[in-house]
């Protein structure tokens, strides 16, 4: 569980990265793009393939596409429709899509009923903290946003139940998982990229270096291999715990207005069903 807690932290830390010095200045599908290759590189160099069969290897990479590269598709289509706070309030529904698609396709028995109710709360406590007023025309951004939630859930799920041997062993064949990303990414930078809007500057260019090499890279094989070592409730629950952290370091670091109530009330919320998802079921 700790795992997840810390890449929380570096995943909070990082947003505030993104939105200070990269948005606004760098296009969207290239920053994500340079991101999953430096991931790549990262773990090209103790890559093992023949650990796996090229099955498995093609199925670790469409996790990859799946989780990273086809949800960013939808998430950055969906800025089109929405507004920042709209589309961070449309993201609190993770957490369901990972409960419900691990139940309707990986358990031959139902869920405990704690864990549904730990996945209700973790929503509600998320929607606490970012409800806003929505705009006029949110329709289309929202179920653009449901898409990318569906595709994060789906990706972290099958990679929970994937056979992959020990965390040893998953370092030596993760690169496979950021080569289906770094395909599909790649895909929609020459698709849909505006590049008239590349990294200019050393700044720029070394916030990218750590996002792909330490956000992207690390975070999502730590991530991964966390999620092997929780139960579906905890990984759902933990998902929306980035929202709170991410806030507190915006504020820490940039000075940005926090709602300090909501937050409180949101965050002990949140707290309670990661709590109540990490208790013993009988």
Not at 89 to 116: A, G, N, S, V
Not at 191 to 198: E, I, K, R, S, T
Request: aromatic share 16%; hydrophobic share 60%.
């Amino acid at each position: 569980m700790w795992i997840l807690w810390a890449v929380t932290a570096l995943w909070a830390a990082s947003f505030s990265l993104i939105g200070e010095f990269l948005s606004g200045y760098v296009d969207g599908y290239i920053a994500v793009f340079i991101r999953m290759v430096l991931a790549m590189l990262l773990f090209l160099p103790c890559w093992r393939p023949a650990r796996l069969s090229i099955r498995q290897h093609g199925l670790l990479g469409a996790i990859g596409a799946l989780q990273i590269g086809v949800m960013y598709l939808f998430l950055y289509h969906a800025f089109l429709y929405l507004t920042v706070p709209e589309v961070l309030l449309f993201t609190i529904f993770t957490p369901f899509y990972i409960t419900l698609l691990d139940d309707w396709l990986f358990q031959r028995r139902r869920l405990p009923w704690q864990w549904w109710l730990a996945t209700i709360i973790a929503i509600f406590g998320a929607a606490v903290i970012r409800y806003d007023a929505l705009s006029d025309s949110f329709l289309t951004g929202f179920f653009l946003i449901q898409a990318a939630n569906l595709c994060f859930a789906a990706g972290q799920v099958f990679y929970k139940h994937m056979e992959l041997g020990n965390q040893r062993n998953q370092l030596h064949l993760f690169a496979s998982f950021f080569l289906g990303a770094t395909l599909i990414t790649g895909i929609a930078t020459l698709c849909f990229a505006n590049f008239q809007h590349v990294p200019s500057n050393s700044l720029q260019w070394g916030i990218l270096l750590w996002l792909g090499l330490g956000a992207s890279g690390l975070g999502y094989l730590a991530w991964n291999l966390g999620a092997k070592q929780v139960n579906v409730a905890q990984l759902a629950t933990m998902n929306n715990m980035l929202i709170p952290a991410g806030l507190i370091i915006n504020y820490v670091f940039w000075g940005q207005a926090v709602a300090w109530d909501r937050l409180a009330l949101g965050g002990s919320i949140l707290l309670f069903s990661v709590w109540l998802a990490s208790r013993r079921v009988r």
